[in-house]
């Protein structure tokens, strides 16, 4: 438990037994991490807090089905009353966060009986595959490329990749999801005779999980390997290579344990932001390829105005995104010994 | 051997590097200039932009056929026939114009959005980096807490609340807002740092020289320096928000029709994407061409005013 | 003779960029013999790091060795295999770098740094390098060694760092050590520290020591020989006391101006010398120091500097007009007008500092 000289005494105020504690590395994580969680609390609140305005903001209520048959009033005031709906809305609110904390979100409007927290169940195992799969791609193909990039600079290599990663980020989700679908489901199919295709949809097989999982895992790949390229070449510019060249290492030993470990430190940072762009993107592809995952439930209770199910959703939504943040902040700090604590 | 002469003062032919000083701004358009990717992007913005504003005139002269009213002569062709160069969508409407009506949307919301961001971003900013202290720290734990909101469903939740009846441009207002309101941050943000650094380094020769206020100076120093950096921010800005736009109408729950969009566009092609599938394939790559293009223009500018590049 | 430890001859190192060739090595030629400490001396720019690289064959691109050899111990460097320079660096002549804290892997911890170096070669096996290594930092006077080696760079001091470089540098034992401006990064009292490592190290170890630098008291107090090298070339070599007390060229009689000495008269003021290094891909007709050179006559401006050649035992220097051969009133002169052009200078600009030590 070596204490830095110089450091100012943050002991001062805790019994000595604590302080000594807190002031080691360990200690100090364990409290960083504490205050991180605490922090996650005010966030999922005040987007439970927006959502919920938002959606009490809206004209008309649930029950208008556009284009289909107005019910009456009194089925309405009974719909009303089941759901609380007559209460104010303060009311309504603070009965809404008993509930979440009790890991009730309420009953689906347009899904009669079922609750919320059951659709998401349902929803979840696709998301989680299709994410997962794209994870297991990004991680190796984006770092890969950006790494091979930036070692070749300024030949065909680096070239091709790079402008693969421009196209493949300029590209919206539903473009290429899309696309692909044109290509490999009916354009193969046609060329093919049938013999040879891709599902547009559905799922089952374990051929349906390629093209959404690449749909979705194209984009952060495109942009892990920009990043990784652009922060591999400013590490190969510094001092510390050099000195390693200058000690008689192998190029293996140079680029793994000197480049790499230093320049991947920044792209491990965006892991958290590719993560929550997984979720959101999922929404699009879940659509595109009409998957039944919780994204294209979400856009379903978006349309048909479900309140409780896009309040569901929309925490879940945040709580993810915000652990993985936190995850990432921690693993961060393993990976870098410079960052302080404080 | 001759007699060695002190030199006086620094011979006729001056060794040393003499710099030009070149403005900022030729210096970073002959940058710019030289990327021809970035004059690509350029020149596909601008065919866009005119193509926005002359197709309605082009429809009025019946030189483009009607994107609105359905024909029922060809419905879901494939190019080439019966003269429509890109085909008919599933109410017999030509494909080509309904393509270039719908670049209206897509332009008119890339391009607007960024004049709403701007004013909120540099006020937030501004007001962050000069008043400094607790407002600071509130405006920043503020903008944290935003960040935490992924922007798209931030958007969807909002225009799904707020729709708005009449015709495009009107509906176009909430769709704006939620935009808008996801996108403010980033440029919130540049334009603090910016002013936490003139700060630094104005507030000193203003508390010496007295004399105008120290806003008036920020002010005045901001302008210059982090013009670059602004408009690289907004740059980018337009893509995103051309492809949320996209999103929304994809989801349709952007525009509503009879106004074509892109979105929707792919969104119907993909429902007869067996029997059709050109009606997918031509308004994917325009939205995927506009994005590139932009893309390229943000890239483009953002090497030409880099200040660490040198000639 | 017997065969020399390291000899350059001709090296020519050259820089293709868009803006023109930089010849920032233009043939040079020297030695260093088994145990000595040559001083290489210029200002920033001046083609020593360079030269240095090229030794080690670690010359960045867009840069390239055109022609010459590099002779260690009769193998030429330039012709070797990449496994073969692998193995000479490090090994046989290792180089420590002038800013420790950036020359230094931050997210590895010391130990393993100075670890791998011997490790690299297959001479150490791990058992053994590791106890070495704190046997090393003891021996450059780390406290504490024991436990800093599982600190990072940034747990160190500068000077401490600049220790932990000089042990990686000498943990294979080479035969000569490359040291580029090691205590110019370096507090002042630091420094002095440094030096006096140094030496004792030499002292106890005989390593060969191409020591560069621009400070002049460095090289007085470390070196035997010492070379001058103005814009890619060697404008004057010899022993150490002879350069100092009668400096040929007037390159290294301006440097030796510009820096402060115990042996000279109070009065006699630091001036700096006037100009710019030269621009290699644009140099300046003629002798390269010409626009700059106090003495300098018609004939300067006109033919290329001469070739080196012998003006005291073992003293060689290249110059049209050797300061030997120029008048004292003219030296009076000269120092006259280079301190009045300091003091318009210190006029213009209040807060400029004068000829002063290049940090970083």
New interface residues.
Partial sequence: MAVIAGRPNRGALLPRRLAAVTDSRVGSLAVYVIRRVLWMIPIVFFVIVITFVLMHSAQGSPWDKAGGRQLSQVVVDNLNKKYGLDKPVFFQFLLYIWNVLHFDFGLSYQYQGKSVVQLIAEGWPYTATIGTLAFALIVPLGIGLGVLAALRQNTRVDYATMGFATFAASFPNFVIGSLMIVLFSVLMYHWTQGAFFLPAGGWGVDSHLIMPAITLALLPIAYTARLTRASTLETLRQDYIRTAWAKGLTERLVVIRHVLKNSLIPVVTTLGPTFAFLITGSVIVETVFSIPGIGRAFVVAVTSRDYPMILGTTVLFSVVIAVANLVVDILYVFIDPRVRLT | ????????E??A?????SEHQIGLWQDAWTRFRRNRLALVGLAIVVFLVVVALISPLLVRLHILADPIYQQLVSIETGPGVNGHVMGTDILGRDTLSRLMIGSQVSLTVGLLVQGIIFPIGLAIGLASGYFGGRIDNLLMRFT??WY??????FV???V????VQGPWYIQLIPIFGAIALVNWVGLARLVRGQVLSIKEKEYIEAARSSGSSPLKLILKHLLPNSLGPIIVTLTFGI?NAI?LE??LS????GIQPPQPTW?QM?AD??EA??AN?SG??FP??A??FT??AF?FIGDGLRDALDPRMKR | MAQRLLEVKDLHTQFFTSRGVVRAVDGVTFHVDAGETLGVVGESGCGKTMTALSILRLIPDPGRITSGQILFRGRDVVTMTDDEVREFRGNDVAMIFQDPMTSLNPVTRVGTQIEEAMTAHGRFTDAIARPRVIELLKRVRVPAAESRIKDYPHQFSGGMRQRAMIAMGLSNEPAMLIADEPTTALDVTVQAQIIQLMKQLNRELGTAMMLITHNMALVASLCQRIVVMYAGRIVEEGPVEQIFKSPQHPYTWSLLRSVPRVDEARKDRLVSIKGLPPDLSHPPPGCKFHPRCPFVIDKCKVDPEPELQDVAQNQIARCWVLMRNVKEEDIEAAKQSALSRDAAAKLKAPTAELGGNPRG
Avoid: N
């Avoid at chain 2, 994809?250 to 729950?253: A, E, Y």
């Fill in positions: 051997m001759a007699i060695p002469v002190a030199a006086s620094p011979a032919i001056d060794w040393e590097v944290d807490i935490a909101f992924p922007d798209l469903l969807l939740v909002v799904s609340v707020w729709r893509p492809f996209a999103v994809f989801l349709g729950v979105g792919v092609g993909t994407i067996y599938p997918v394939v994917a790559l939205i995927g994005l590139l893309s």
